[in-house]
């Protein structure tokens, strides 16, 4: 079967020197591509380096909304130097982020405006994290042209009404290795239409049963992609075909 990762942090100092034994492991496994998510410049820069040097990958530039308080003119100015790039597929993550309050509110607002006018200019879908902050975003995304650039929600893990507000707005819910332990979500999933699932790892972080507390890394998508198949009572080829089918029309890739 061939699985499409749509969040994956390879460019992270965790993985060391060992991204060629990683981007093995997932080939085997049956990923056969991977979005390199960027979540600040440097990482932004390695995301896009990796993109240009294998095959597999894309990328994806932005900056977190952790460090959004850090955010400059110049900064969205070279985001949109490495956004042009052919290689990158969305722009993100950014978004909103209420639990840790790492930057005021103020601050991620003015970021995740700044990421949504990058996407229309250059035309480029966006990767969402939202963490109680509900609201909020789906205010801040009430003039996106979604139709026609798109979205996913990434690392979902809202209620029900959330996901029907955000797929009536015609974008994808990003399901990773929470699905495999949280009830709430499994239960959520269920109820969801396939054709708006996207699977992703956020590996290095978020490692799905059976190897939690352990590093992830995007191999296990395969794992993910079985979860959701004993959810939705079908099998796991379905899943990756779908959902693969889904992160290409979104990414274009």
């Not at 099998?235 to 959902?243: L, Y």
Request: proline share 4%; net charge negative.
């Amino acid at each position: 079967m061939m699985l499409i990762d749509t969040h994956v942090h390879l460019q992270h100092p965790e993985y060391g020197n060992e991204l060629h034994a990683i981007l093995a492991r997932a080939a085997i496994a049956g990923v056969e591509k991977m979005v390199v998510a960027g979540y600040d410049l440097p990482s932004s820069r390695e995301a896009v380096k990796i993109a240009e040097e294998v095959e597999a990958c894309y990328a994806t530039v932005g900056i977190h909304p952790h460090a959004a308080k850090d955010v400059s003119r110049e900064m969205m100015e070279e985001l949109e130097r490495l956004a042009s790039s052919s290689r990158v597929a969305a722009v993100g993550e950014t978004g909103l982020d209420y639990h840790y309050m790492h930057s005021s509110k103020a601050a991620q607002l003015a970021s995740l405006e700044a990421h949504l006018e990058l996407c229309e200019r250059q035309g480029k879908p966006i990767i969402i994290h939202d963490r109680e902050a509900h609201d909020d975003m789906l205010t801040a995304l009430e003039g996106f042209p979604v139709n026609r650039l798109g979205g996913v929600w990434h690392c979902f893990s809202g209620d029900l009404l959330l996901a029907e507000k955000i797929m009536a707005k015609g974008w994808y819910l990003g399901i990773g290795g929470i699905v495999t332990f949280s009830k709430e979500l499994a239960e959520i999933v269920r109820q969801l239409p396939l054709e708006r699932i996207v699977l992703e790892t956020d590996a290095p972080y978020l490692a799905p049963v059976p190897y939690r507390g352990r590093r992830n890394e995007p191999a296990w998508t395969a794992t993910i992609a079985t979860r959701v198949a004993e959810i939705k009572g079908t099998d796991a080829e379905t899943i990756a075909e779908v959902t693969s089918a889904n992160a290409a029309a979104l990414f274009r890739i």
